[in-house]
């Protein structure tokens, strides 16, 4: 996201796109490990947000709830890098709703809506 910010979205964009070519997915990966990988498949452009947002359901009720935290900030993030202000915005709000407070992303969500009010 930085260096999406920072104008290199395209390069970085195909870097995550090399980096899941020469790490390709393993079975034996721990549940969480996969999420991570899932995260960066979205940030490459491999999966739709519909497909990202699929991707985090689970059975486990926290997990699940950690997941579409994540989900929320993610696309959001990527909203407003696309200049989707609105759309991005409502997704960062719906992380802080679904996360816990000490959640990275709650974080991250609270201190981008921050910027966003002060008109950033």
């Known amino acids: 996201m930085t260096r999406a910010r920072l104008g290199e979205r395209a390069e970085a964009t195909r870097e995550l796109g090399e980096y899941l070519k ?3 997915s393993r079975p034996s990966l721990p549940f969480d490990e996969e999420w991570r ?8 452009g491999a999966v739709t947000e519909e497909e990202f947002m699929g991707l985090a359901d ?4 926290e997990l699940k709830r950690d ?12 909203r407003l890098l696309e ?11 719906q992380c802080l709703q679904a996360g816990p407070r000490d959640r990275l992303e709650v974080l991250s ?3 981008e809506l921050g ?3 002060e008109g950033k």
């Open 109 to 111: 969500a609270a201190a």
């Open 37 to 44: 990988r899932r995260i960066v498949r979205f940030a490459a």
């Open 67 to 78: 997941r579409i935290c994540d989900a929320h900030f993610y696309i959001g993030m990527r």
């Open 22 to 24: 020469e790490h390709p």
């Open 58 to 61: 689970c059975s486990e009720p």
């Open 83 to 93: 200049g989707q202000r609105a759309e991005g915005q409502t997704h960062l709000e």
């Open 115 to 117: 910027r966003l009010k």
